[in-house]
């Protein structure tokens, strides 16, 4: 990257890019009229694309041939970022918190050292100096229950603010100057702290600890919002910064200047939980709408006359359609929506309501597809055991599993999220939305496609070759650390964990009977892929013999929380796929039969309420837990098992069966829909007030729970729309732990109302789908979009390890406390903020699903 910020093209990227150029290319020759002239077409890195689209925005067009297709990340674009838009904020008062002044009330704690700066100052008064080594010679410590979830340890700062009273002030801002040497990814944490930590009206909090991202070798000006944290007793504010191995280029230490500490009263500031949108806010899709579907904005005038129409713009300026503003009363409140779905002109469009006007969205058919781009490049950039340029080496190669007298590498996949974990049924996950997203946009949008498979053939390797070839595999690991990649030196990791679980067997049989259906390139690798998921299979098969359902004991990966139904549906999906692949029929009546325990769970008779709420699913047949999630989701087997049986087995005497239960399903999703508008977020569902009862289920789903968990399950389940004295509708899941927020749980079941709608050809439950995504890139209370790069308003997210990434999705929206309302704070932090590869793969699964046909 230069000066200016733009991606310079190299010789190694156009190198990196000719293989998937020419693949993506291969399907299109016939669309030139001659050889040479596809040559010059792929030798023109920038201007030989111009005849061919690959995104909806010329810019990222540029910045994709530019990154060799995404085999190098794309730039981040900053100034349409949260924090730029913070920036602009009108200050009303403001006031130094003076470092040289105080540095007598500094304290460095751990390891490194502390000091006064005269040479690098952005005041030109000095600054506080923070330095560290970045590897100790001893081996990563750990907690006794994860040991290799592990560290070297902590270098802190923090000033003692004597219990000052600082309510006067909404944010803090400073400024920070990594000098790391060879360091590609830098960050460092801000705390704050109040004595009095005793609830207060207005006030969420009484400390926080908040990720800062940053940029090597400059000032970088930062601030936190600090609206929501209890600030009448403030006790210390501090800077920390955990070590964690060195990566290829990094150096021997790293040094970080602290400067210009500022607390500042802003206008307007950001709301953080509710409903209700901030003061002078347009709530909107800040991606875009699609052109034949609905289209809503919410209005918030705060404090001024109550606007009566609104306008959308053009890209000139002019006017281009007047409507309306509507008051709307829901369950939540009451609201100014402007509609205008009778609009259906494609292009890019600005809202304008009285002083208020949106930056351009998109109006159209394929408005998905940047996003597409960017969530690959979010992937590709997650990848594990690979060079990601800027971002780290070849990481993790001395990181090993054990089974059976054999070693195997776990160094590939992607990193399952902020950290570098790593769960290969994650990595599997993610596979198979690549590889669904490759077979929906191929001949649609053939580079994409193409970069798409690529990347799926990635996780696809990870996924074979971490088999033992007898039902076992090497499962996950808990991992902070960067390795040197030498075997035989003190930071070798070989505890990766290892099973032999009929579920993951399964859904891995799923994945590779899909991806020999897929992929139609490599006919030895089809070939390949048939023979190990019939194995995979019968390894399934003959655990779930000796075994049944159970055996989820590793609480750490994501699926302990599988419940019963769940699982024979997958037994069922499963066995549908290879009955696809191979047409052999004993697949097709294992499908059947498993799919019918999971049909005895469907509620089929309506509640005793006016609702006539039905068709959600219980977690086993003694029907007292319904099917839930906190964070990782599964939602969409449900209906990925019941419509992949009826494709395949139409004559079967048990379809009217099947498609009745999607039907149920598909109107259940309906009834929660009213229970969130104007927002399109789906409900996290229908809750029983004593689903505690079902101990096992309950522990399993809700990790870490503290002693009250079963009356603040009540507590909780009560703030949701009560229905019929035992049943409520819970607008976010009940969660009591760090394993919070809801995007892979909305995004499933969004998955599921694309499925459902699709089948039933029911345009309402493709809209419902639709609703999910605008939720995700803005039209959300706090009208931010959550990923980054996509649409306007991105915060910055959770990724200690490989700094911001275009494409970036976090794991989610949470809710506050034991009310039933959105939180989404200021602070970064796990886990509602922490970027995750599952959010990826939901999003993927979803937004092709909306791919104009």
């Known amino acids: 990257m230069d000066k200016t910020g733009k991606m310079a093209i190299s010789p190694t990227l156009a190198a990196r890019s000719a293989f998937i150029v020419r693949r993506a290319f291969a399907l299109l020759r016939s669309s030139f009229a001659a050889c040479s002239a596809f040559t010059l077409f792929i030798s023109l890195p920038v201007a030989g694309f111009a005849q061919l689209r690959l995104a909806q925005d010329s810019l990222l067009e540029q910045q994709i041939i530019q990154s060799g297709f995404i085999h190098s990340p794309l730039p981040l674009d900053t100034a349409n970022a949260y924090d730029a838009c913070g920036l602009k904020k009108k200050i009303q008062r403001r006031e130094p918190v003076v470092i040289r002044a105080d540095l007598n009330n500094w304290t460095h704690t751990g390891l490194g050292e502390m000091s006064y ?62 000098d790391g040497e060879g360091a590609r990814v830098v960050n460092l944490n801000f705390s704050f702290e109040n004595k009095n930590t005793l609830p207060k009206a207005g006030v969420n909090v009484a400390s926080v600890s908040h990720l800062v991202n940053l940029v090597n070798g400059q000032w970088n000006q930062c601030f936190l919002d600090i609206g929501e944290v209890r600030r009448d007793e403030v006790s210390a504010i501090g800077f920390s910064c955990s070590i964690k191995g060195k990566d290829r280029t990094t150096g021997e230490q790293s040094v970080y200047y602290i400067d210009n500490i500022e607390l500042q009263a802003v206008d307007d500031p950001e709301i953080v939980s509710g409903w209700t949108p901030g003061n002078n806010k347009l709530i909107y899709s800040t991606t875009g709408y699609s052109v034949n579907g609905q289209k809503t904005a919410i209005v918030n005038r705060s404090g001024k006359p109550r606007a009566n129409n609104f306008q959308l713009l053009d890209a000139a300026g002019n006017t281009v359609f007047n409507g309306a503003i509507t008051r709307e009363t829901t369950t939540l409140g009451t609201f100014d929506i402007a509609d205008f779905t009778t609009f259906r002109l494609p292009g890019a469009f600005r809202l ?66 902020g950290d570098l974990s790593q769960q290969t049924l994650q990595t599997g996950d993610v596979t198979y939305a690549l590889l669904e997203a490759y077979a929906k946009l191929k001949g649609k949008n053939q580079p994409l496609a193409m970069r798409l498979l690529e990347e799926a053939e990635w996780g696809l390797e990870f996924i074979l070759r971490n088999r033992y070839g007898d039902g076992y595999r090497a499962s996950s690991v808990g991992l902070l650390i960067w390795q040197d990649g030498v075997a035989g ?22 994945y590779e009977a899909y991806a020999a259906m897929t992929i139609d390139h490599d006919p030895m690798l089809q070939e390949y892929l048939q023979r190990v998921a019939k194995e995979d299979f019968e390894f399934a098969m003959k655990r779930h013999a000796e075994i049944g359902f159970g055996e989820f004991i590793h609480l750490y990966e994501h699926s302990y929380n599988t419940s019963e139904s769940q699982y024979m549906a997958t037994i069922s999906w499963a066995a549908s796929m290879l009955y696809q692949l191979t ?39 003694a029907r007292i837990s319904i099917v839930h999630y906190i964070h990782q989701s599964r939602e969409q087997v449900y209906m990925q098992a019941l419509s992949l049986l009826c494709e395949t087995q139409p004559q079967h005497p048990e379809y009217s069966q099947w498609a009745a239960a999607i039907r149920l399903y598909g109107d259940y999703l309906k009834k929660l829909t009213p229970y969130t508008a104007p927002y399109g977020m789906l409900p996290s569902g229908v809750y029983h007030l004593d689903e505690y009862r079902d101990t096992t289920a309950f522990y399993h789903l809700h990790l870490f729970p503290p002693d009250n968990a079963k009356e603040r399950y009540a507590a909780q389940v009560k703030q949701g729309v009560p229905l019929d004295g035992q049943h409520y509708v819970k607008r976010f899941p009940v969660w009591f732990s760090i394993f919070n927020g809801n995007t892979a749980v909305h995004l499933s079941m969004g998955k599921a109302a694309a499925i459902c709608g699709k089948f039933l050809r029911d345009e309402e439950l493709l809209h419902i789908g639709q609703e999910q995504l605008y939720w995700t890139v803005g039209k959300n209370p706090f009208g931010q979009s959550l990923i ?28 506050l406390g034991d009310e039933d309302i959105p939180y989404w704070p200021a602070v970064n932090n796990a886990c509602y903020k922490e970027v995750w590869v599952t959010s990826a793969g939901k999003w993927l699964l979803l937004a092709t699903e909306q791919v104009e046909l």
């Open 352 to 417: 304008k309501v009285e002083e208020l006007v949106t930056p351009p969205f998109q109006i159209g058919g394929n408005i998905w597809e940047n996003s597409l781009w960017r969530v690959l490049n979010f992937i590709f950039c997650q990848r594990c055991g690979y060079p990601v340029p800027g971002k780290h080496g070849t990481c993790h190669l001395d990181l090993f599993s054990k089974h059976d007298g054999k070693m195997i590498s776990y160094a590939g996949g992607w990193h399952d999220a």
């Open 489 to 510: 030196t003190l930071d070798d990791i070989s505890s990766v964990r290892v099973q032999n679980l009929a579920f993951d067997n399964f859904l891995y049989a799923a």
């Open 788 to 815: 980054y790069g996509e649409g306007h308003n991105y915060p910055q997210m959770d990724s200690f390890s490989s700094g911001e990434m275009t494409g970036e999705i976090p794991v989610g929206i949470r809710s």
């Open 583 to 621: 047409g052999e029929t004993a697949y097709a009546g294992i499908a059947a039969d498993y799919i019918r325990y999971t049909l005895a769970c469907q509620r089929k008779e309506p509640l005793n309420d006016a609702s006539g709420m039905r068709g959600f699913f219980y977690r086993d047949t």
């Open 117 to 178: 700066s005269t040479g690098k100052s952005f005041s030109g008064a000095g600054s506080l100096k923070m330095a560290f080594p970045t590897f100790t010679g001893q081996r990563a410590s750990g907690s006794p229950d994860d040991p290799d979830y592990a560290t070297y340890g902590q270098c802190r700062v923090h000033l003692d603010t004597k219990g000052v009273n600082w309510e006067k002030y909404n944010r803090i801002v400073f400024y920070i100057y990594p």
